[in-house]
């Protein structure tokens, strides 16, 4: 079992910046890979990005490329999500995960076994 607990969203203006955080207990997280996910109201829950999920490397959706920044600090076992230049549309619920074998699954998030419990992010504009 892995637990996840995220942190870090709130309420931001067009073209700032916010720092999420996946603090983790339970099993080992440094042996999954992590994944943030967002859901927009009445969409679905779409990728974000993910780290150790593909050859080791990270991956980002195409929409936050360039804007976001995955990372992880195994020491304290914790995932961040770097977001600047935010834009209204970026408004959403971002879940944390972390997956064991995620393979070229990645971006699906069917391939993960655990989720945190979701933290607000509004973008004003």
């Known amino acids: 079992q892995v637990q996840l607990v995220e942190s870090g969203g709130g309420l931001v203006q067009a073209g700032g910046s916010l720092r999420l955080s996946c603090a983790a207990s339970?099993?080992?997280?440094?042996?999954?890979?992590g994944g943030w996910f967002r859901q927009a109201p009445g969409k679905e829950r779409e990728f974000v990005a993910c780290i150790d999920c593909r050859g080791g490397s990270t991956v980002y959706a195409d929409s936050v490329k360039g804007r976001f920044t995955i990372s992880r600090d195994h020491a304290k076992n914790t995932m961040y999500l770097q977001m600047n230049s935010l834009k209204p549309e970026d408004t959403a619920v971002y879940y944390c995960?972390?997956?064991?074998?995620?393979?070229?699954?990645?971006?699906?998030?069917?391939?993960?076994?655990?989720w945190g419990q979701g933290t607000q992010v509004t973008v004003s504009s």
């Open positions: 995960a972390a997956g064991y074998s995620t393979g070229s699954g990645y971006s699906t998030a069917a391939r993960y076994d655990y």
């Open positions: 339970g099993r080992t997280f440094s042996r999954y890979a």
